[in-house]
């Protein structure tokens, strides 16, 4: 079984349960961590990382200096690391892509296209619908990664480091349902990735 470490970035546990839950049914041994824990160090003692969402925008100077450790163990770490939403975003940080504050606060399930075949997106159609729960995007493509899927709302719904198994995704593949089931495949596909 792959040890999956989830990173908490959310004030409460409630909305992070539903990916360290999601992780979990996928078939990964789940340990919880709090954001104000990170560093590469422990990323590395696991086979894979899952950076959940925030309420923090990553746009603003005091959150960049608040997650500045877990910034620094996205970038330094050695295992994979998939970023969902937030965690998304702190990886463009991360590498040196600009957050910035959108037009559009988005919280709906849109059509997502995929651009580019990859494992993250093995079982499912080029497009699909999935959870976007947002007020701030990137506002380019970090450099060192491709772009793997957009939407109607996010340009970069989804990216991959060319040379490194990092993942961000803008929406939340743990907030699926019934009618739109395509997130938990993808973090399925992530845990299978990971072993």
């Excluded at 160090?41 to 959940?52: H, I, P, W, Y």
């Excluded at 959150?63 to 330094?76: L, Y």
């Excluded at 961000?168 to 019934?178: A, C, D, K, N, S």
Aim: glycine share 6%; hydrophobic share 40%.
């Amino acid at each position: 079984m792959v040890k999956v470490l989830a990173v908490n970035n959310y004030p409460t546990r409630e909305r992070f349960e539903k990916l360290r839950r999601c992780l979990s049914e996928n078939g990964a041994n789940v340990t919880s961590l709090n954001w104000d824990k990170s560093e590469a160090s422990r990323f590395n003692e696991f086979d894979g990382v899952a950076l959940s969402g925030a309420p923090d925008m990553m746009s603003e100077e005091g959150t960049q200096r608040k997650f500045r450790a877990e910034v620094e163990a996205i970038r330094d770490s050695r295992v994979p690391v998939l970023g969902v939403c937030f965690g998304h975003q702190m990886m463009a940080h991360a590498f040196g892509s600009e957050v910035v504050k959108d037009a559009e606060n988005v919280l709906k399930f849109v059509e997502t296209t995929v651009l580019l075949r990859d494992p993250l997106f093995s079982g499912l159609p080029k497009v699909v619908k999935l959870l976007e729960s947002r007020h701030e995007v990137i506002r380019k493509l970090p450099v060192g990664f491709s772009r793997l899927a957009k939407s109607a709302t996010s340009p970069i719904a989804a990216m991959k480091h060319e040379t490194r198994p990092l993942y961000g995704i803008q929406f939340h593949p743990e907030r699926y349902t019934l009618e739109n089931p395509a997130g938990r495949r993808i973090i399925g596909n992530f845990v299978k990735l990971l072993s």
